[in-house]
């Protein structure tokens, strides 16, 4: 439910990018969505890509594209059976992840593909917005969403590489981060409880 | 012997090079001297190493604060520390930060000074992802990858030599030079292979430590999905390779080796817990600049 809701938001704000000039690639179609409590803004979204046709069980319940032509597999391994080919920036649906495969579904075909030969989120205006949960940080700063709630792509408070060339020392800051530091017995019992088992793995090689 | 070798190139570029007659005047001891400054740079001791590391982690903290939620700092250093309990140099005296800047990039300076951003922890999805990004830092910080680029840097690389025990060298001049050069490798990178080199050996770390070893490819996916021209990947993406690289390349070295490994905990409540706290109290820093 909460995955939708951000998923929701992400699209709000891909409409109102679209709408501050930028066009989709196809024919957009009107739809409202409603982002938060008491905020709905009119939004464009491609035909493929409506958040109706999501499956809400789905695991990420996510879209994505194809970077690259993909021959699909019918198993999350290089030796599987092919499922099928997708040409490059087919839009997709994120089924489900495995190790270094996804399972999408595009163009009536599904299947296994490798996690670098597809662009998560919904498209090039969603990409702008970053992740759900710095929609979601921007909503807990705020207090709400719309037009304010919204996560800014350029003069963000950000780190540039002229910050760091001008930088002052900050000792204080060094100092606080004693406080921070956790013992190795602190550090073993949280990972315990998080169920988290130690295993003896070797280094792989290049 | 490599003095001599070095002699006969020089003689050799300035028997084919088109210079003028005087040029080719050969001065041997002169060539002694150039000799003497290209011979290998003393290997800073561990005391050293984290007194230069802390001096630089003041300069990037200048340039970019803690951010000031005591829970969400002392949560990391309990996910590293296990992390780094799992390397070559478990015994370094870690620290763990997360810095209070929109911007999406992480750092570690010599001795075991790791940071993350806020930014780029809040688009993290679970604690693997976590632990993932943390491992990568480690593992320059065990791999003494910025510590070798400072010393191969002309400028620190003589700066660093001409100093003793940095300890005892922090009032000279000289060393203020060798930590702000030192912070400027920051704003430039590290070489591509120590990039590669260090998700090769972080996913390894991160599997040791009990986690999925996928989270590290999933942030790499998540910031292959980040417009380029976004503002807050714009130092990241200056200072390290494509992150779609990236991603195909430890995909393809932990595919066979890693993924039985894939089912392992990615400690989701406790992350989106820690995060749900760490909003409703989140008030930004003051900067210094």
Redesign the interface.
């Known amino acids: 439910m909460k995955r939708l809701l951000l998923l929701s938001l992400a699209l709000g704000l891909a409409a109102m990018t679209a709408a501050c000039g930028k066009e989709t690639a196809t024919a957009p179609k009107e739809t409202n969505v409603s982002v938060a409590k008491n905020t709905s803004v009119t939004t464009k979204e491609t035909t493929e890509t409506t958040a109706s046709a999501k499956p809400a069980d789905t695991a990420a319940g996510e879209t994505g594209s194809t970077r690259t032509a993909v021959n699909l597999m019918a198993g999350p391994y290089s030796d599987a059976k092919p499922a099928g080919q997708l040409p490059q920036n087919t839009t997709v649906q994120i089924l489900e992840r495995r190790g270094g495969w996804m399972r999408i579904s595009g163009k009536g075909k599904t299947g296994w593909a490798k996690l670098f030969q597809v662009r998560t989120g919904t498209g090039p205006e969603a990409q702008k917005s970053g992740e759900g949960l710095a929609i979601l940080r921007n909503i807990g700063e705020t207090g709400r969403s719309g037009s304010q709630g919204i996560v800014a792509t350029t003069g963000i408070r950000g780190l540039s590489a002229e910050d760091l060339k001008t930088a002052k020392p900050n000792p204080q800051a060094v100092a606080a981060m004693d406080s921070y530091r956790a013992s190795d017995g602190t550090a073993r019992q949280y990972a315990q409880s998080a169920g988290l088992k130690e295993k003896n793995i070797p280094f792989l090689s290049p | 012997m490599k003095i001599t070798k070095l002699i006969l190139l020089i003689g050799a570029l300035a028997l084919t090079a088109p210079w003028p007659a005087s040029a080719l005047k050969l001065d041997v001891e002169k060539l002694r001297d150039v000799g003497e400054k290209l011979k290998p740079l003393r290997q800073p001791s561990e005391g050293d190493e984290i007194t230069l590391g ?2 630089v ?10 951010v000031n939620d ?1 829970a969400l ?2 949560y ?7 992390i780094a ?2 390397t070559d140099r ?1 015994n370094l ?5 997360v ?7 992480a750092f570690a300076t010599p001795g075991g ?1 790791v940071f993350i ?1 806020r ?1 780029m922890l ?4 679970d ?1 693997s992802e976590l632990a993932g990004v943390l491992a990568h830092e480690i593992s320059h910080v065990v791999a003494k990858h910025a510590l070798n680029t400072m010393r191969k840097d002309k400028l620190t690389g003589m700066l660093s030599e001409k100093l003793g025990d940095y300890a005892q060298s922090r009032g000279k001049p000289e060393y203020a030079k060798l ?1 702000s050069a030192g ?2 490798i ?3 990178g590290l070489d591509k292979a120590d990039e ?2 260090a998700d ?2 972080g ?2 770390l991160a ?5 999925d070893p ?1 989270g590290l ?2 942030v790499l ?2 910031l ?4 380029p ?4 990947v ?2 990241m993406f ?1 200072t390290h390779p494509d992150s ?1 690289k990236r ?2 390349l430890v ?5 066979g ?3 039985k ?2 089912n ?2 990615k ?1 989701t409540d ?1 992350f989106s817990n820690i ?1 749900k706290s760490h ?2 109290i ?1 008030k ?1 820093a003051k ?3």
């Open positions: 802390k001096d982690a003041a300069n990037l903290l200048g340039a970019s604060p803690l005591p700092q002392s990391v250093n309990k996910v590293g520390q296990w309990m799992h478990p005296p870690w620290h763990f930060g810095m209070d800047t929109d911007s999406v990039n000074y951003t930014g809040l688009r993290m999805h604690e930590v912070t400027e920051y704003a430039r590669f080199a090769r050996m996913v390894v599997a040791r430590a009990g986690y996928y490819p999933a996916q998540t292959a999905s980040i417009n021209k976004d503002d807050a714009s130092l200056k779609e991603l195909e995909t393809n070295a932990m595919e080796r890693l993924d490994y894939a392992q905990p400690v406790r995060i909003i409703s989140y930004p900067t210094n600049n």
